[in-house]
């Protein structure tokens, strides 16, 4: 089992930069690849960003090419999602998962954390 837990949103301008960070439970957090999604009001869960156990493999959404970076720290359980040049379309319930394989689709995630609210204001 792994517990996830996210931190860091809140409310910014447009242009500005947040830094989301997760939290997990258990000794075995680096053998997980970990990824990031975004669900907005209204829409679909989305993809943001993925990273491999080891942090040597890295995806991206095309929305967030370019501005967002994740990266993790393993001796310390912790992914973290750094935002950039945010706009008021990334407002969103920001998502980190584990999962065993690194990829880019909901299923390939087997634990979620419960969101972290970011809000960009034009």
């Known amino acids: 089992q792994v517990q996830l837990v996210e931190s860091g949103g809140g409310l910014v301008q447009a242009g500005g930069s947040l830094r989301l960070s997760c939290a997990a439970s258990?000794?075995?957090?680096?053998?997980?690849?970990m990824g990031w999604f975004r669900q907005a009001p209204g829409k679909e869960r989305e993809f943001v960003a993925a990273i491999s156990w080891s942090g040597g493999v890295t995806y991206y959404g095309d929305s967030v090419k370019g501005r967002f970076a994740i990266s993790r720290d393993n001796a310390k359980n912790t992914v973290y999602l750094q935002m950039n040049s945010l706009k008021p379309e990334d407002t969103a319930v920001y998502f980190c998962?584990?999962?065993?394989?690194?990829?880019?689709?909901?299923?390939?995630?087997?634990?979620w954390g419960q969101g972290t609210q970011v809000t960009v204001s034009s």
């Open positions: 998962a584990a999962g065993r394989l690194i990829g880019m689709g909901e299923r390939d995630y087997n634990y």
């Open positions: 258990g000794r075995t957090f680096s053998s997980y690849a």
